[in-house]
T-cell receptor, first 112, second 115 residues
Framework: GDSVTQMEGPVTLSEEAFLTINCTYTATGYPSLFWYVQYPGEGLQLLLKATKADDKGSNKGFEATYRKETTSFHLEKGSVQVSDSAVYFCALSNSGYSTLTFGKGTMLLVSP | DSGVTQTPKHLITATGQRVTLRCSPRSGDLSVYWYQQSLDQGLQFLIQYYNGEERAKGNILERFSAQQFPDLHSELNLSSLELGDSALYFC??????????????FGQGTRLTVV
């Protein structure tokens, strides 16, 4: 079945550091790929998405490129802020009904 | 605010009991999804309803059931509760039947603690 693997956390960075959170997937066909973010005490929010190979999703300074050849969708940000501290989930959808398969999540902690 | 409302926010109950979690989707969304988030299993898809009909099923136990009512709100019923059912239960909604690139909007979740 479909699966998503993302790097374990926590990832601890200083403000303005460069962020990479790795995500790889296993799926049949051509899934859509997503990054969701969960701030403390809140639900998940869609951060960005890409629906086909070589697409780049971007939002709030975060970017991820759909790499079919390496089955990856790594999340990057050039300069993190304290307010980016949250749990980040990589996910895929490989069905017609938008059901999501999630990775286990990576906690990001940014210190001033 | 995603527009998806879940009640209650917290629930503590004893083993063997039955609880009902409620979800109101965003205005106009016809699809409702239920997910379970636990420390050991992570976030897992349980079940999806579209306009009152079950559309997709994931790793949902037989002790669990759900339904979507004519006003589109949904309820997740958990019975014969076990300690391992303690988790955060999320509801999400999306427009139409979904589709691989349709955004799902998540509620804040119901934290269930079974003691």
């Amino acid at each position: 079945g479909d699966s998503v693997t993302q790097m374990e956390g926590p990832v601890t960075l200083s403000e303005e550091a460069f962020l990479t959170i790795n995500c790889t997937y296993t799926a049949t066909g051509y899934p859509s790929l997503f990054w969701y973010v969960q701030y403390p005490g809140e639900g998940l929010q869609l951060l960005l998405k890409a629906t086909k190979a070589d697409d780049k999703g971007s939002n709030k300074g975060f970017e991820a490129t759909y790499r079919k050849e390496t089955t990856s969708f790594h999340l990057e940000k050039g300069s993190v802020q304290v307010s980016d501290s949250a749990v980040y989930f990589c996910a895929l959808s490989n069905s017609g009904y938008s059901t999501l398969t999630f990775g286990k999540g990576t906690m990001l902690l940014v210190s001033p | 605010d995603s527009g998806v409302t879940q009640t209650p926010k917290h629930l503590i109950t004893a083993t063997g009991q039955r609880v009902t979690l409620r979800c109101s989707p965003r205005s106009g969304d016809l699809s409702v999804y239920w997910y379970q988030q636990s420390l050991d299993q992570g976030l897992q898809f349980l079940i999806q309803y579209y306009n009152g009909e079950e559309r997709a099923k994931g790793n949902i136990l037989e002790r669990f059931s759900a339904q979507q009512f004519p006003d589109l709100h949904s309820e997740l019923n958990l019975s014969s509760l076990e300690l391992g059912d303690s988790a955060l239960y999320f509801c999400a909604s999306s427009s139409g039947t979904g589709g691989g690139n349709t955004e799902a909007f998540f509620g804040q979740g119901t934290r269930l603690t079974v003691v």
